[in-house]
């Protein structure tokens, strides 16, 4: 039914919502009987007068609702909602629960959220939840009050996650926190101060970056190899501007998946002992590998903050994080963290440690790792023949764009056909010459297999085309 022409004078809001809104209607009053195909994205947007951008967010959003299945290059069309349930492939594990979510499902207003690597959705929610219900029968008053102690537990959790290659915190050492990046800030809050400067790795998670500035701090920039910091250019960093803090990432380097070498851990150790610089040491993707490498922690105990957390490996919404300190700084460390968030919540800091002493927590990431792995095996086979860089773990790839694509531009271009993905911009921490090219995609949000494929298949489409892409939007 490539002639169908949809009437969007009635409804309000964005004209994308109304056209997704009036496909969802006259596929209920049978205008669009199953099977039958919708227009090409082009054409429908040439016939009514939009961008083609429009048509695709609308597409999306209906394949979001589980109303159409779409290939590029065979079109789009209208689902049997009786014999084509809309389900999780069955080899993945089933949620527990469903229900009308479809407009949470992985996609941010329709729109594949490809630009996000928390851990998939694999059901964690059933075992999340005995846990919560036990931690409010066992502790009602945890409910009604602030924190105003820390239990050991909370901290010896902390030290079972973080630990790595026979290196463990000292429980009293470490820090309960909401997450990796307040574990950061409150690091940087507590141990510099406004005009300070924070080193980085030139290509890093920029948002600790952006919140160091926020507090007054200054950021700048070391230069980035395939093995990690260049220790050359750290050294003349630190000999030059005298950094108070650096912030590295040692394992699954974000976004370049570089993993430092025990001799490159060494050499920055060094450096930063020598000039007095206090590291942070961020092990998010780390506890994804089944073999961390020893930790900048282990060579470097006396200066260096491990971080860690859920959000990778178990689940973003309980906001689990942990800092394990060097020696007699934790109660500092706890008190910034209280001063930067407002305080721990006993229900998450309980949980956090349930999880992960109750070994919930560990066979979550195994199922983790291995849905991760399935969903790499389709990246490699989408992109197969790009030049791009991945790991078996690791939840994104890191993708070379074919001339004559900009980063940016392919970010934009990639949003206006329903597919959220990230430039190298949002993983520069400052000012640089250097251009990579490159965009960041990630995988694991996206629940469903088939709308997976859909993303993958789209921004493929994209880099074999580069030219058509640019009168996507506008």
Known sequence: MTNWLPNLTEGSGPLYLRLADRIESDIAQGVLPPGSKLPPQRDLAYDIGVTIGTI???????????????????????LDRVTT?????????QPA????????????????????TSAPELGQSEAIGRLFADIVRDHPEGLVDYTRSWPMDWREAGSRWLSADGWAPDPRCVVPTVGVHASAMAVIAAMSSPGDKIAFEQLTYC???????????????????????????FERVCGQQHPKIAFFIPSLHNPTLNIMTLKRRKEIAEIARRHNVWLIEDSIYGALLEDPP???????????????????????????????CPANLAPRIQVAHKMVTGGMPFMLAELSARLVLSGAADSIREATRVEIEARQAMVLDAFAGLDLVSHKRAPFVWVKLPDPWLSGTFKQAAASEGVLVDDEDEYKPGRTDEVYHRIRVGFSIVRRHDDLKTGLSIIRRLLDNPNAGYDSYG
């Open 56 to 78: 695709g967010r609308a597409y999306a959003l209906v394949r979001e609702r589980g109303l159409v299945t779409g290939e590029v290059g065979r079109g789009t069309y209208v």
């Open 294 to 324: 020893t930790p900048l922690s282990a060579l470097l105990p006396e200066r260096t903050f491990h971080i860690g957390g859920l959000s990778k490996t178990v689940a973003a919404g309980v906001r689990g994080g942990w800092v394990a």
């Open 85 to 93: 349930p809309h389900t999780l492939p069955p080899d993945a594990p």
């Open 97 to 116: 629960f469903d229900g009308n979510r479809r407009s949470m499902e992985g996609s941010t207003g329709g729109r594949l959220v490809m630009d996000s």
């Open 207 to 233: 948002s600790i970056a952006r919140s160091a500035n926020l507090m007054g701090r200054r950021s700048i920039v070391v230069k980035l190899d395939a093995h990690g910091p260049d220790p050359e250019d």
